[in-house]
């Protein structure tokens, strides 16, 4: 059995939706190792969240960043407003998508579907680093 846990800490980027599987698979090679498993990526913030989503086709990306806009606009009369007003609405799309994911590994690769691909979705205008903790556990390959 294999437990391991890491930080990866992602470039500064400002609003939008960023494919990070590249990042990810790199940040633990280790999962190579395993027959059968699972890894958890969280995210350790509220403005912005993480997903899973079409990788094919780069409007998936502009079409849910502009869904989420309209879903939760800025303009709304938001009282947390200390940070900017971009700022509340950024934690409500955090909430609505979620700052985690569990993906599942089997035979040493992670069990993404042929279209899927891991998102950072970045929902302040102004660039931010973001750090995610990826935890893999699994059993080993014989």
Same mark, same amino acid.
């Given at each position: ?24 698979? +790199?940040?633990?090679?280790?999962? %190579? +190792? ?26 998936? %990306? ?16 938001? +009282? ?11 934690? #409500? ?5 979620? #700052? ?8 040493? %690769? ?19 680093? %973001?750090?995610?903790?990826?935890? #893999? ?6």
């Amino acid at each position: 059995m294999l437990i391991i846990q890491k930080k990866l800490t992602l470039p500064s980027f400002s609003n939008g939706i960023r494919m990070i599987t590249h990042e990810i698979i +790199e940040a633990v090679p280790e999962i %190579r +190792e395993l027959d059968c498993g699972m890894l958890n990526i969280f995210l350790q913030h509220t403005s912005a969240s993480i997903t899973i989503n079409e990788n094919a086709d780069s409007d998936v %990306r502009k079409d849910i960043q502009m869904a989420l806009g309209k879903i939760i606009p800025d303009t709304l009369p938001y +009282e947390h407003t200390l940070e900017g007003q971009d700022d509340m609405p950024a934690h #409500v799309k955090s909430s609505v998508i979620g #700052v985690s994911v569990n993906i599942p590994i089997g035979q040493g %690769r992670l069990l993404l579907g042929t279209w899927q691909g891991i998102y950072l979705c970045e929902h302040r205008r102004s660039s931010h680093q %973001r750090s995610i903790v990826l935890t #893999v556990f699994g059993k080993k390959s014989k």
